[in-house]
């Protein structure tokens, strides 16, 4: 009852770590209530605690503002493009050093 039969390439795919399931569309969800009305995700405690206290910047960036700030390029883009075609990569940050 507790062991079941599996095919050969099951097995081999299991044994090596493979994945056997793979997806290629994604879903994001795209909050288009009025920006008023809007939720938004607060910044973690650690980016908080970095921030001056009279900062007002306690939000994360979210998909509509990096939509609107976009670069001069994509702005032929609509939103719906954007949100399917560009992901959000974050990246070390260059030093100075590094760039010389």
């Known amino acids: 009852m507790t062991h079941r039969e599996v095919s050969a390439q099951e ?3 299991r044994l090596l770590g493979m994945p056997m399931l793979s997806c290629t569309g994604k879903r994001v969800f795209v909050p288009t209530d009025m ?3 809007r939720i938004r ?3 973690a405690s650690q980016e908080l605690e970095r ?3 009279d900062s ?3 939000y ?3 998909t509509v503002q990096r ?3 976009r670069p001069a390029s994509l ?3 609509c939103l719906a493009e954007f949100v399917a075609d560009y992901d959000v990569c974050y990246g070390r940050k260059e030093t100075r050093e590094e760039h010389d």
Do not use: Q, S
């Open 56 to 58: 007002e910047d306690v």
């Open 60 to 62: 994360r960036t979210g």
């Open 35 to 37: 920006a008023e009305n």
């Open 41 to 43: 995700i607060l910044k």
């Open 67 to 69: 939509y609107m700030a």
């Open 11 to 13: 097995a081999v795919f």
């Open 75 to 77: 702005h032929n883009v």
């Open 51 to 53: 921030l001056h206290p």
